[in-house]
């Protein structure tokens, strides 16, 4: 992954409308935001709306003030790309606001490299709201603070959130792999 | 957090997505939304800017009819400083350029220097031709393979046809080569091209040097010492470590296009401490480009230099077998170390390796130098095939050191497509596509 530095100077080449300042962005967020967008929807649509994210990204990459929030803006533009859609498909089921669990505080369980398969297994298999902030955390690496500001919620939601998610994803685990 | 990154690359690929590659439609669907995008913002822009004031509106009628009428369009400064993106964008929106252009190169030992004069005329597609007009050598000593500049010599870099042209009209020689992948880097590195340079500026540390004057033009000046800047000489700045870089560029902070350009490099190693200073003036933009200005006029006494017509191959897997047949054919045998293909084949075939592969060859036959330029480029296409899959992360593994020709059932060389797919090239140089658990039984069958 470019350094922070590295990509600030993207998004600004970007942003004077430099060709190749985009393919590179392309390049670098293509096959992680594939991964986000089709566990957030079924794969038939990943495609397009993929599509519609970059269109998006084009338009408005000149007003994004902060450069260094690229990665937090592009995934709140592919967020709401989705919710889009499944709004529009009636697909979409609003997320039940879970309260802060007293252990949430401190989360120690670090899934590994090993665990990959059996992780991939069961994120398709939990919930989407559980699955999209565990697709960030694992996926971009975003802090609690990142991940609040791309589905727009506070910290202790994020938090509480991510704490039952693990939960679940670890009973999937269990469940199919003893 | 390095366990996370291994952790996410491993998600994406269970998902039968690479990390590191993206797949052609993609890239396809993407450029084509790009080229949309690109070319109704260049549209939106110019309108933005001159629509931002009432004062400006009353102005932009009358300006838009001037600027249709001479095919210029004035941009106006910001005030608050150029972004050499916008320089960029600008340059690509003129029909066709020409400048001119002085080269001082300092020989190795630092007693003498060659200086040439040249003009060059660029069209919007991205041709390119270079007469040198004037050659002056004040005690220039060449370093070994080095041509010495010559007056009405003429380039021709030609990415629209796939060739590269050299004519040296003192020697009545010529050299013309083609090149099968229009996106070659040979072309990309043109002769100090103005839109190579910025865009190699952009890719470095630089600073801005404020606004001057030069001539009674009001600029302002952009300049980098970042040594991971590649001089515009193709094959020679970008493959030599250097001692120092000094590049310097003025633009016109009222028509955003170039003004002047200075380039200072000192390249150390195999050459040692060669200098080639650059400068570039005289800009002239929208020149009339006459049909017949890219195409070489090659005189029928003029002799190749090659001998014939070389052709550059891309880098592939078609290409690679071709090389790897023509070693087999030669020795029956394939490369030991595909890194060295080429060499390996130089070497068997006769070259010496203490000497200059050019010296050699330009003392064969004229029929026998074209064949074994060709013949070399071929066999290096394997060691060029392994080096790209090495940088794609495609985990290329190679088995020539035990597999023999014929050996249609075991591989030879194998990289990785997808997360179970593995295309593998057989020792009898057919090449299929196989899952992980086929490549398992047939790399457990290979010679130990």
């Known amino acids: 992954m470019e350094s922070q530095k590295q990509l600030e100077n993207i998004v600004i080449r970007c942003k004077s409308g430099q060709r190749e300042a985009f393919e590179q962005l392309f390049e670098l967020y293509q096959p992680r935001l594939k991964y986000y967008v089709r566990r957030l929807n079924s794969n038939s649509e990943t495609d397009d709306i993929l599509q519609d994210i970059w269109i998006k990204v084009f338009r408005k990459i000149r007003k994004l003030k902060e450069n260094s929030s690229f990665p937090i803006w592009l995934y709140r533009i592919a967020r709401n790309e989705v919710f889009l859609r499944f709004r529009q498909n ?38 989407p709201y559980h699955r999209e902030v565990l697709t960030l955390s694992f996926i971009e690496q975003m802090t609690y603070e990142q991940i609040a500001e791309v589905i727009g919620c506070n910290i202790g939601t994020v938090r509480s959130r991510i704490f039952y998610a693990k939960q679940s994803l670890r009973k999937e685990m269990e469940r199919n792999h003893g | 957090m390095d366990n996370y990154k291994k952790l996410s690359e491993e998600l994406l690929k269970n998902d039968g997505i ?60 910001t005030g608050s400083g150029i972004a050499l993106g916008d320089v960029l964008t600008r340059i690509e929106q003129v029909s066709g350029y020409t400048y001119q252009m002085k080269t001082i190169v300092t020989d190795p030992e630092q007693r003498g220097t060659e200086t040439s004069t040249a003009t060059v005329l660029v069209s919007k597609e991205g041709d390119l031709k270079m007469t040198v007009t004037q050659v002056d050598s004040n005690n220039f000593q060449k370093p070994p393979d080095w041509q010495n500049s010559t007056v009405d010599e003429e380039w021709y870099l030609l990415p629209t046809s796939n060739s590269i042209v050299f004519i040296f009209h003192e020697k009545k020689e010529y050299s013309r080569a083609f090149i099968e992948n229009p996106k070659h880097h040979l072309y990309k590195k043109q002769y100090n091209e103005p839109r190579e340079i910025i865009k190699q500026i952009l890719n470095c540390e630089h600073k801005s040097l404020g606004q001057s004057v030069i001539d009674g033009i009001t600029v302002e000046g952009f300049q980098t010492t970042d040594k991971a800047y590649q001089g515009g000489f193709f094959g020679h700045g970008e493959t030599l470590p250097k001692k120092k870089v000094d590049v310097k560029l003025w633009v016109d902070v009222n028509t955003f296009l170039p003004v002047k350009f200075e380039e200072d490099i000192i390249t150390s190693g195999e050459i040692e401490d060669i200098r080639i200073q650059n400068f570039i003036y005289d800009f002239r933009w929208n020149v009339i480009i006459n049909p017949g200005d890219f195409e070489p006029n090659i005189p029928e006494d003029y002799n190749t230099t090659l001998g014939g017509d070389i052709i550059i191959l891309d880098t ?39 000497s200059s592969v050019m010296e050699q060859v330009n003392k064969m036959s004229e029929e026998e130098k074209t064949g074994k330029i060709n013949e070399l480029l071929t066999s290096q296409m394997p060691t060029d095939f392994y080096k790209m899959l090495v940088k794609e992360n495609k985990e290329p593994v190679y088995y020539g050191e035990t597999v023999k020709p014929d050996d249609s059932s075991k591989v030879l060389l194998r990289w990785k497509l997808e997360d179970d797919q593995y295309r593998i090239i057989y020792g009898d140089l057919q090449a299929e596509t196989v899952t992980k658990e086929k490549l398992t039984e047939l790399e457990a069958a290979l010679p130990k």
Not at chain 1, 114 to 120: C, G, P, T, V
Not at chain 2, 328 to 338: A, V
């Open chain 1, 90 to 127: 009636e697909k979409f089921v609003e997320l039940p606001e879970e309260t802060e669990h007293p252990e949430c505080k401190e989360d120690n369980y670090e899934f590994s490299a090993e665990d990959a398969q059996k992780l991939h297994n069961a994120l398709n298999k939990i919930q």
């Open chain 2, 316 to 354: 592939n897997e078609e290409n690679a077998i071709k090389g790897f047949k023509l070693f087999t054919d030669s020795f029956d045998k394939y490369p030991i170390d595909i890194q060295r293909s080429g060499v390996d084949y130089g070497i068997n075939s006769g070259l010496d390796p203490n």
């Open chain 2, 18 to 77: 690479d990390p590191a590659n993206i797949s052609d439609s993609e890239r396809a669907m993407f450029e084509q939304l790009l080229d949309k995008h690109l070319i109704s913002e260049q549209k939106t822009v110019l309108w933005r800017i001159i629509m931002k004031s009432n004062i400006m509106k009353l102005a932009a009628a009358a300006m838009i009819i001037i600027a249709c009428s001479t095919g210029i369009i004035f941009w106006k400064s």
